[in-house]
């Protein structure tokens, strides 16, 4: 019975950290993010990437940005409230933002995902003029669409006839 117990702890100490499991306490300390994030959302073509850029500081001071031959311009900026740092953390944690991992493959002209936080970085490569799927938790483009789309409406990025 002790030998079964045993072999059941260390299964569950070796499965355990492998889940993914993340929690907004994971993403937000003292009423900040604990890591810069930034997500690009660029598709590739004849001019080079294109897209836009959002990124929003730990202390919640968000920009967002044209983003055309790997330079950023501005075109809107703003300040996350402590409420608005909390949802985000919350949906962070719902997408597990910290187990996301690479998807797709390089294709010509392709329209890609990154998203970085802190010094983690994870890229989604889908097929040229392709959207994103629905939100999702259960999958990883899911997860990937999950967190724009949080990003972009806690911080009302979001112009009023789509992004």
Known sequence: MIRQLMWLLALV???????GDSEPKDYLGDGKLKEPLEIRDVQGGFAGFTGKMWRIEPDGKWTMGSVFQQKVKEEAKGQLSAKQLEALAKDLARF???GLKDQGKAKVNPHVVTIKWGKREATLTVGAGEKLPAADAKTIEGRFSGIVDSVQQSAKMVKEKGA
Do not use: E, F, G
């Open 13 to 19: 100490l070796i499965v355990a950290p492998c889940r």
């Open 96 to 98: 597990d933002l910290s």
